[in-house]
């Protein structure tokens, strides 16, 4: 019987699409009130390009909107985009029904984990911002296991929980890197139907619109 | 007749001491509430050391600290401490009479500017923070000028704005940097008794408990 939960962080607890929208069109918004000499359209267009050259983890998005579009005192205009962008990500909420749900888990003797691709510090971050860092009784975060969520990945998480497959459930939101890598590891799959990859056809054991489905999932296994 | 103002940003227009260390202090309340084993005493201490060692600019003071005690899953606490740390950065507020005295000095037809020592980015992030950023004309930042402030950057400062030292007033809290050098420079100089500076002795033209009696002084010019 299933002991162990483990969950991803990014659209499976949190609407992280969402936020990351919201925080790049917050941060062009500052822009603008300051004075930039720039209208939305050219700025989000401008943006959208460099986030697609340079990833969405380059950490200097701004500064080189501000060097493209030749600003004039880019200092101001990357301080007060990072400020809006910043202040928008640090004001993230779970998804309605998360922590209620994590709590009755708990209450059912279930152990919760987090198992989540990124930085670590990041990953904690996000877990002590949604205020629900406390359910969780272990964080395995890819930088710390040393490679991103694959079959492997999920190998390693069991060795270090001293955990049978068979005792562990995985939910998540991407069947990329949630569902077929968990799957291969022996591990009971959940799929969570949110974020820009809900569309995805999936191969998980059981699909959910939220996690408040998990206890009615469970009782089934 | 003074046209241009001059204005340092820490502890001149809001009170950076105090919020220094009430930031720092709410790091490690954050750790303790996450359920770090050390109390606030041995954290306290210990960050001390490494604020003497490494200055207060280290950009790792938390990690340092988590490695220094022999903290287990360090990422949990320092993302706790940068959390809390830098939402207690992020919501400086002015002191009490700055908005109001530079709107009246804008009305009153005075230039009003930034001389500051730091980064370009962290300098105009407290500008827009404490909500003042539209009051100043230009801002110049020692990073930007190529040199902190000494009476070089006064006169680099005056070159930029193709004025006479006799147009100038320069208000700050600190001899050492504000006063002197603009002194030297011959700008006329107003020194705000605030922050942790406030008890060394002035040779400034005029001192002054906060910026509100900058229009009298203004007068007797």
Redesign the interface.
């Given at each position: 019987m299933a002991k162990y939960i483990l969950f991803d962080i990014d659209d499976t607890l949190f609407p992280s699409t969402e936020f990351s929208a919201l925080a790049r069109k917050n941060a062009l918004t500052?822009m603008i009130r300051?004075g930039i000499d720039k209208d939305h359209e050219t700025l989000s267009s401008a943006l959208k390009s460099i986030i697609e050259e340079k990833g969405s983890n380059y950490p200097k998005h701004f500064d080189e909107l501000c060097a493209r579009l030749g600003v004039e005192?880019p200092?101001?205009y990357?301080?007060?985009a990072?400020?809006a962008y910043?202040?928008t990500k640090?004001s993230i909420q779970p998804f309605p029904k998360v922590p209620l749900t994590l709590l009755k888990l708990k209450e059912q003797g279930y152990g919760l984990f987090i198992a989540t691709n990124g930085t670590?510090?990041?990953q904690?971050?996000k877990l002590?911002?949604l205020g629900i860092?406390v359910y969780f009784d272990r964080?395995f975060?890819s930088e710390?296991i040393g490679r991103t969520k694959d079959e492997g990945f999920f190998r390693e998480v069991l060795k270090r929980l001293g955990a049978q497959a068979s005792d562990c459930i995985m939910v998540g939101d991407r069947e990329d890197i949630d569902i077929a890598p968990a799957k291969s590891a022996g591990i009971v799959t959940v799929r969570i139907l949110k974020g820009r990859y809900a569309d995805v056809p999936s191969k998980a054991d059981f699909v959910a619109k939220a996690i408040d489905e998990l206890p009615d999932i469970l009782q089934r296994l």
């Open positions: 500052a300051l005192m200092a101001k990357v301080a007060a990072v400020a910043h202040d640090t670590s510090i990041k904690w971050d002590i911002r860092v964080v975060v710390d």
